[in-house]
């Protein structure tokens, strides 16, 4: 008599198919307060940092001087050139800063403003970096050398 019992195997390498790897990209970006406070910052993960400035989810330099608008960004493929263009940067005068903003965001608008629209509440407290609908508010900085 055929016995009903099924013996399993173990079954080498992946049941699925390989995924193919999406491609990593690292950001250099720069961002502002309204009172003109620049930052300069790299991430593997522009979204999420972004979001960590605008919604203060991390104590320090940004919290402390509300820097919540994304006024540049740049993406590498290699973090080295990455981390390499955040120093250039954050090397830079102020000034010098600004000429780079102004020439591809001459009107400062925050380049991240429709990224998290749930997180903003009908009518109550509004950050700095949450313009009301239509709005056009435009940061100027101070400028120094």
Known sequence: MPSNTVTLTAVEGPLLPPMPHERKTYCAYIMGSLSGTLYTGMTGNLHKRVFEHKFHRIEGFTDKYQVERLLYWESFDDVHRAIAREKQLKGWRRSKKIALIELLNPHWLDL????????????????PSTPQPDSHTRIRPLRSG
Not at 115 to 127: A, E, K, L, Q, Y
């Open 112 to 127: 991240a403003r429709e990224w998290f629209p749930w997180m903003t509440d009908s009518g109550g407290s509004r950050g």
